[in-house]
Every structure is written in structure tokens, then in C-alpha cells.
Antibody, heavy 122, light 110 residues
Framework: QVQLVESGGGVVQPGRSLRLSCAAS????????MHWVRQAPGKGLEWVAV????????YYADSVKGRFTISRDNSKNTLYLQMNSLRAEDTAVYYC???????????????WGQGTLVTVSS | QSVLTQPPSASGTPGQRVTISCSGS????????VYWYQQLPGTAPKLLIY???QRPSGVPDRFSGSKSGTSASLAISGLRSEDEADYYC???????????FGGGTKLTVL
């Protein structure tokens, strides 16, 4: 079954860290770029980060640059988002998403996970 | 304030044709592909249009996309009640070296 399953969300205090995981199955994970996109409660979509199929290229939104790190383990078919120095404004549902075409990392996000909620609060 | 500008709301009656606009700049829409997503309440977004005007497998041809200069549009013809959802445009921004989404348009089927 082709799917993405996020995990690792929860409630965390401001300034602390959290690592999200995205387990992929049903496709050749190592051939596709992957993105993280988030959505604050009641708000629109916000692009967070992208990583190329081999991990050699990574880009981040200005709002998370220097605090978040995207990575992948192709041997484990898993995408990660390490989130440090968390702020209240990072509270959101975080989605991982797979691009449409292999060896690409454009914004044609054809497969999405169910999302995992991160709440930053004291 | 989103980098890509969409109207916050749109509406139409069943069977009607509705268009949703997305305005950007030379660093995003003007030089890169535009994508459109549909998000039903409580669900993950779904890719409707990629590379300006291409439909993924399974997306009805009632949905179409176009781009001209620094603007893009999503058209929905033969409007149905199940089309009631939030719609987002997206593009890569060369100046930001990152992806950008529009603020979203809530479509109501009257």
C-alpha cells in the first residue's frame, strides 16, 4: 500500500526540541524528493522544507531556517524533521509529502501523510 | 501575508463555472510552475493541477489550470457540491529559494 505515516508530534514547551518522522511504504522512497508542509490551526498551508531524493539538496522556509533540519534515511524509508528552539508560532499540523516525478523535488506533492500535530505551549 | 495572493472566498451554484485567481511575481509564478491543491475539511491536501495545467491521474477534467505572466487561475466547470473545499496555489520562489503557497480560497457551492 502506497502511503506516508507521520509520527512524533505532541505538546512541547517553547525552546525545546522535537523530531518528526515520516515512514514511507509502497514505493521506491530513495527515488523521490520529499517535502514538509505545515498548517496552523484554522490557517492556510505553509511550505517548510524539501530534500532531494539522495539528500544532497535541502531548502527551508525563512521562518524555520537555522532551527529545523530535514533529513532522510533511504535504508529505512524514512523522512525526518528535527525541530529545535520551538516557538508558539510553530504550532501546526505537519504533513510530509512525496513529489510526483522520480529524481525530482518540485512542488507536485501527489502523496500526503495524515499529518501530525505539534503544539508548542508552556 | 502570503507571497501568492488568492481571494479569500469564491462561490457558485451547481453546474456553474468558477475561477480562482493566484497572483505572484517574477520570482515565483513568473519563472516557475504553478500547482493547485484542494483541501476538504479535516483532510490532507490533494494535488489538482501540476506544472501549470496538468492533471494527475484521477482528477476530473472539470478542473483546469492556466498561467499568464505572474498570475495563474484554477477553473472548475460543472460545479458540484463535493467541490466545496479550500483551494491553494503554490509555486517555487527563486528569490526565497523555497516553496510558497497562496493564502487559500474557500469555495462555497450555493
Amino acid at each position: 500500500q502506497v502511503q506516508l505515516v507521520e509520527s512524533g508530534g505532541g505538546v512541547v514547551q517553547p525552546g525545546r526540541s522535537l523530531r518528526l518522522s515520516c515512514a514511507a511504504s509502497g514505493f521506491t522512497f530513495s527515488s523521490y524528493g520529499m517535502h514538509w508542509v505545515r498548517q496552523a490551526p484554522g490557517k492556510g498551508l505553509e511550505w517548510v522544507a524539501v530534500i532531494s531524493y539522495d539528500g544532497s539538496n535541502k531548502y527551508y522556509a525563512d521562518s524555520v531556517k537555522g532551527r529545523f533540519t530535514i533529513s532522510r534515511d533511504n535504508s529505512k524509508n524514512t523522512l525526518y524533521l528535527q525541530m529545535n528552539s520551538l516557538r508558539a508560532e510553530d504550532t501546526a499540523v505537519y504533513y510530509c509529502a512525496k513529489v510526483l516525478s522520480d529524481f525530482d523535488w518540485l512542488l507536485d506533492l501527489v502523496l500526503w501523510g495524515q499529518g501530525t500535530l505539534v503544539t508548542v505551549s508552556s | 501575508q502570503s507571497v501568492l495572493t488568492q481571494p479569500p472566498s469564491a462561490s457558485g451554484t451547481p453546474g456553474q463555472r468558477v475561477t480562482i485567481s493566484c497572483s505572484g511575481s517574477s520570482s515565483n509564478i513568473g519563472s516557475n510552475y504553478v500547482y493547485w491543491y484542494q483541501q476538504l475539511p479535516g483532510t490532507a491536501p490533494k494535488l489538482l493541477i501540476y506544472r501549470n495545467n496538468q492533471r494527475p491521474s484521477g482528477v476530473p477534467d472539470r478542473f483546469s489550470g492556466s498561467k499568464s505572466g505572474t498570475s495563474a487561475s484554477l477553473a472548475i466547470s460543472g460545479l458540484r457540491s463535493e467541490d466545496e473545499a479550500d483551494y491553494y496555489c503554490a509555486a517555487w520562489d527563486d528569490s526565497l529559494s523555497g516553496g510558497v503557497f497562496g493564502g487559500g480560497t474557500k469555495l462555497t457551492v450555493l
